[in-house]
């Protein structure tokens, strides 16, 4: 016999341990991540709406981009309402260069512990236009700074990167140059598998080849074409399990490294209802 207290605190736990497990993206054991990117327009329209929506779908920790503007305490406060927390938070080169204090004081008040620079930048601020091989090592040194700036603060300073990373750019693959010449010790690399993949590379070797110095992924997926690169601009975003790219042998690789701390679904564009294709998104993720 037990208690009637035993008996519902024991359902309690069970019941918890259910949500537990719908919330982890296995089998990394990760909590299900989202980067609110995806709900841009809908985080314009309705803040608390969109990021209830976020939570509806299953996801529990975010990455903030796009966000209304808004005083960091709003936002947080509706994070907070919503049940997320926000442990990462993207920037362009442009705003972190011009704004870096301001942008670190408000990512910290949302609870972000990674500052994520999602673009390049030219050494002159005025230049336009293609991004140089020089540029890419501006960025570098840049990153360095910026990364040792955040470790006294006790955030992680990275970098995102999209195709053209993997364009040989004078001899060089930037990507490629940005792992050399960025000090591991400030600077972690959140890699976007799906424009990985579109830049026709593999996230598995990139994994291989670099495996203590990416933390973060981005998931999502492609229609891509017969031969892809670069310079291809074919692919077409579409929900996870829906295109062209098998994210269990990702994640597998993923789970031998043990140094990914999140992955997040970055769901660009909708082919079906927003809230929908969120959860087909968080599915496909558990289902792994």
């Avoid at 609110?36 to 990455?63: H, I, N």
């Avoid at 947080?76 to 442990?87: E, H, P, Q, T, W």
């Avoid at 990364?147 to 955030?155: E, N, R, Y």
Wanted: charged share 25%; hydrophobic share 40%.
């Amino acid at each position: 016999m037990i208690s009637r207290r035993e008996f519902t605190g024991g359902v309690a736990a069970f019941a918890a341990l259910g949500f537990k497990n719908r919330a982890m993206a296995t089998p990394l054991g990760l909590p299900l991540g989202v980067q609110l990117y995806s709900v841009r327009d809908q985080m314009k329209e309705d803040l608390d709406g969109a990021l209830a929506g976020v939570s509806a779908a299953g996801f529990t920790v975010v990455e903030a981009a796009a966000l209304p503007k808004k005083p960091a305490a709003e936002v947080r406060a509706s994070l907070d309402k919503a049940g997320l927390k926000c442990v990462s938070a993207h920037h362009p080169f442009g705003d972190l260069h011009a704004r870096f204090d301001e942008i670190a004081e408000y990512d910290k008040a949302l609870g972000a512990k990674f500052i994520i620079c999602a673009s390049p930048g030219h050494r002159d601020a005025t230049a336009k236009g293609a991004v140089t091989l020089d540029d890419w090592k501006y960025c570098a040194d840049q990153f360095n700074e910026m990364g040792a700036k955040l470790a006294t603060q006790g955030v992680r300073f990275g970098y995102h990167n999209h195709v053209g990373e993997f364009a040989e750019t004078e001899g060089k693959t930037p990507y490629f140059e940005l792992m050399r010449l960025t000090d591991p010790a400030k600077v972690t690399f959140e890699m976007d598998c799906g424009w990985v993949s579109v830049a026709g590379k593999k996230p598995i070797e990139i994994m291989k080849s670099y495996p203590h110095r990416i933390s973060m992924l981005h998931v999502k997926d492609f229609t891509l074409p017969v031969t892809p690169s670069p310079e291809s601009h074919d692919a077409k975003v579409t929900e996870l399990g829906r295109g062209s790219i098998d994210y269990r042998p990702v994640f597998a690789e993923a789970k031998k490294s043990q140094h990914i701390e999140y992955a997040f679904v970055e769901q660009e564009s909708f082919d079906m209802p927003w809230k929908e294709s969120l959860k087909v998104d968080a599915d496909y993720l558990r289902k792994l």
